[in-house]
């Protein structure tokens, strides 16, 4: 089962953003790059939660910190099944997303909210009955 180092895998992916974003926005300064923890970022809001796919297109995740995040990764639970790891950027238009690894799709998570996110049906994110985990981020 790819539960816990799938997520881990994409926890390591955000913080690795978030250095080399935080590295490119200081290039005049030292850059010393340690091992950080999500909380440690500053400036950064993260929420790290799971849900239950439902199949129904337009289904929408109200995240508990209730913030438009500017990144959202979601990786499904789905035993052995071989089910792409998918990121939405706020950067990207409006109903594409990314499957990880694969092409641009705009089948999986449609926009971001004030809120939270919108999912589509496909199985990478929102298969009934299919539990999924996601990570959302809002950079300040």
């Known amino acids: 089962m790819r539960t816990k180092s799938s997520l881990i895998r994409a926890i390591f992916i955000v913080v690795a953003i978030c250095v080399v974003y935080t590295a490119t926005l200081s290039v005049a300064e030292e850059i010393k790059l340690t091992t950080i923890m999500p909380e440690q970022i500053t400036g950064a809001e993260i929420e790290v939660g799971t849900y239950i796919g439902n199949g129904l ?82 950079t300040n």
């Open 57 to 138: 297109n337009g289904r929408e995740i109200t995240l508990i910190k209730e913030f438009e995040p500017d990144i959202v990764i979601v990786i499904a639970h789905a035993g052995t099944d071989s089910r792409p790891v998918v990121i939405r950027t706020k950067w990207m238009d409006d109903g594409w997303s990314k499957e990880v690894p694969s092409n641009y799709v705009n089948t999986d998570i449609k926009t971001f909210g004030t809120k939270g996110f919108t999912l589509d049906s496909n199985a990478a994110v929102n298969e009934n009955n299919i539990v999924y985990s996601y990570i959302a981020i809002k």
